[in-house]
């Protein structure tokens, strides 16, 4: 069973950046693609972006591609994901995951979830 925590969320302004961080434990953190997936107000799960095992392969969602970044460090068994250029739009809880052998897209393929950070952009 891997437990995941996310941190680093807040509230920023529009432009501004944020780095969040997710740290597992309770299994070999890699052997498993990690991803970030985001929810928002009476809105469904989304994926923002994921990472292979060795970190080697990065996939973002359109909306976020060239402003955000996944990466990871298996030697602390946290990934990371550093959003740039803000926008009121990706106001959301975010959620850290993990997958068994390969990244995905889809919410529901993911194994284990963190219980969320929220990050608020204002205008």
């Known amino acids: 069973q891997v437990q995941l925590v996310e941190s680093g969320g807040g509230l920023v302004q529009a432009g501004e950046s944020l780095r969040l961080s997710c740290v597992a434990s309770?299994?070999?953190?890699?052997?498993?693609?990690m991803g970030w997936l985001r929810q928002a107000p009476e809105k469904e799960r989304e994926f923002v972006a994921a990472?292979?095992?060795?970190?080697?392969?990065?996939y973002y969602a359109d909306s976020v591609k060239g402003r955000f970044t996944i990466s990871r460090d298996n030697a602390k068994n946290t990934v990371y994901l550093q959003m740039n250029s803000l926008k009121p739009e990706d106001t959301a809880v975010y959620y850290c995951?993990?997958?068994?052998?390969?990244?995905?897209?889809?919410?529901?393929?993911?194994?284990?979830w963190g219980q969320g950070t929220q990050v608020t952009v204002s205008s």
């Open positions: 990472i292979s095992w060795s970190g080697r392969d990065t």
């Open positions: 309770g299994g070999t953190f890699s052997t498993y693609a």
């Open positions: 995951a993990a997958s068994v052998l390969v990244p995905r897209r889809v919410p529901n393929e993911y194994n284990y």
